[in-house]
């Protein structure tokens, strides 16, 4: 915990918290809204919590939002579920997000990449027209507010596009990436019920073509709400019978019409992982998600116009969404449309480096990968624009903490190490990045302004550096204002505030160090419970995979129907490893010194591969139930694993072993 690591691994320069906008915001706060002046960024936290409505009506003075009717309170009512921000506002999400285009026309707004690693442009002036030619070609489409207008694209920029004119329009706006299957998406779009439907034809990945056209028409069967389909055809064929082109829609020089919405209107429906059934539809709001936006990217990643915001992502994952919010603040952002690791390891860096990357998010993974693999991003990418490497999707181990700084301190560089925790569900972070604190090996560098957040034991009592859940005490702005076919809320209400009445219980691990950092642990809702001790898988994993042998790992602790336990890790070995008595003894060791003996399992057994999610979460519980005995429908939904063929072997085992 916080006594671990007492020395920071990076201690911010006087020059880089005198130049940071959230130093500036704090001063500009202290003189229009008394903020604290003094005591830096834990001072203006606390204030930020106990004056919630004076700190949010701040952030919407200094990011100038444009309310086209004003809001009579900043909260009416405070409950959760059930705040209620900025009632009477009317604002659009997407007019803010084009806003730049007045003073930076010919500038890039975004940067799009592909697998040849090329970017190329789109400037402010272009997007901004082809938004407003979109969005008057979804009105004669008869797209009104409040209806579902859907894509089915990979992160490139029609999807960006196709966002803001849906926003642009009051619609809103759902969407999968072309690597799901048919079924994953129908378990996602039938729930909303679309009326329009952007599609490829396929995309490019790990340098082969996959063509999508047969799930596009099967999408088209199967969603009978669809006014019309839009064929985007990156793989350059003829638009299918009855489907618009995209070259059609997006010619005209139109100037965009933004319909001005109340602050509560749903902007996006984003989705659970639905690993043990049909996925939540979360559904967010334009202003919940405007305001909370420009806070995170404008005050916690420093991002400004002269910014370019690279994150690796997805458009099935809510950070293409957050990717895409960087226009908010002004920022060039980069969208990558490929595989991660192509045509190697060091792919990323590679991009953040030919386009000038000053911002660049990954995944936890995928910085553990490069690690393992021997590469050395500043040695063979020119990174001087980098200034902060952020990342999240799994809890960044101290190795990957350690190994980041040490590779960029090589070239002499200055680098911002960022882990960031938050979900889907807030599509923002708890905790994460703060430009003007010391970065601690292991731990995030604090809660976010506005957040609230404590760790709870199970009687409700917040914990100092004892692990505990991860709750939120107040509204966020941009928690979801309800889920799609929750009439009565019931499964939203049961999905965050069961456990703790008018609290949001986030289902993670924390600890909140006494410096104010955070640590994650894992999730909750597959806890490992050894003897009334209560661990966090994640530790395990960090402490199994250094070992270079275990590509990737999974433990899951089952309680037996005799009151036993039984904790089998599960390990997907490098190739050319093998489970010998010798890699077992260093398995054990390794826990046993690293964490403790309880962390020890109780069997090692090797597997053909760890299951994910679609997003690339391992996935524990769906595990869990398999070796309970839990048929392989109930105990999963298929559409939202990335290899369901790797349940085969759990599946087998729960059939031995019973």
Sequence with gaps: MSTVNPQPLWQPDPERIAQARITAFQAWAAEHHGA???GGYAALHRWSVEELDTFWKAVTEWFDVRFSTPYTQVLAD???????????????????????????????????????????????????????????????????????????????????????????????????????GARSVLDRFQQVEPVVLFTVDGYRYGGKEHDRRETVAELRR?????????????????????????????????????????????LWVLYSSGTTGLPKAIVQSQGGILVEHLKQLGLHCDLGPEDRFFWYTSTGWMMWNFL???????TTVVLYDGSPGHPDTGAQWRIAERTGATLYGTSAAYVMACRKAGVHPTRDHDLSAVKCVA???????????????????ESGADLW???????????????????????????????????????????????????????????????????????????????????????????????????????IHGRSDSTLNRQGVRMGSADIYEAVERLPE?????????????????????????PGATLDEDLLNRIKRTIREQLSPRHVPDEVIEVPGIPHTLTGKRIEVPVKRLLQGTPLEKAVNPGSI???????FYEELARKRA
């Design 36 to 38: 604290p002046a003094d």
């Design 78 to 180: 405070r409950s959760m579920p059930g705040a209620q921000w900025f009632p009477g506002a009317t604002l659009n999400y997407a007019e803010h997000a084009l806003r730049a285009t007045a003073s930076r026309a010919d500038e890039p707004a975004l940067l799009h990449v592909d697998e040849t690693h090329d970017p190329r442009p789109v400037t402010w002036a272009e997007l901004r027209r082809q938004v407003g030619s979109l969005a008057a070609e979804l009105r004669s489409l008869g797209v009104r507010p409040g209806d579902r207008v859907s894509g089915y694209l990979p992160n490139i920029p029609e999807a960006v596009v196709a966002l803001l004119a849906t926003a642009a329009v009051g619609g809103v706006w759902t969407s999968c990436a072309p690597d799901f």
């Design 222 to 266: 199967e969603l009978p709400t669809l006014r019309a389909v839009v064929h985007v055809p990156l793989l350059g064929t003829e638009a299918p019978d009855g489907a618009l082109d995209w070259s059609a829609l997006t010619s005209a020089d139109t100037e965009p019409v933004f319909e001005q919405v109340p602050f509560d209107h749903p």
């Design 324 to 330: 895409v919010s960087g226009l908010l603040t002004g």
């Design 391 to 409: 990342t999240t999707g799994s809890p960044l181990p101290p190795d990957g903490f350690r190994w980041l700084h040490d590779e960029f301190a």
């Design 417 to 519: 190490i960022a882990s960031v925790s938050g979900g889907t569900d807030v599509c923002s972070c708890f905790a994460g990045a703060v430009p003007t604190l010391p970065v601690h090996i292991g731990e995030l560098q604090a809660p976010g302004l506005g957040t609230d957040l404590q760790s709870w034991d199970p009687s409700g009592k917040p914990l100092t550096d004892e692990v505990g859940e991860l709750v939120v005490t107040n509204p966020m702005p941009s928690m979801p204002i309800h889920f799609w076919n929750d009439p009565d809320g019931t499964r939203y209400h049961d999905s965050y505030f069961d456990t703790y009445p008018g609290v949001w219980r986030h289902g993670d691990w924390i600890t909140i160090t006494s410096r104010g950092s955070v640590v």
């Design 550 to 574: 275990i590509r990737e790992s999974l433990v899951i602790g089952i309680e037996q129907p005799d009151g036993g336990y039984w904790m089998p890790l599960f390990v997907h070995l490098a």
């Design 642 to 648: 990335d290899n369901l063929g790797l349940l085969a």
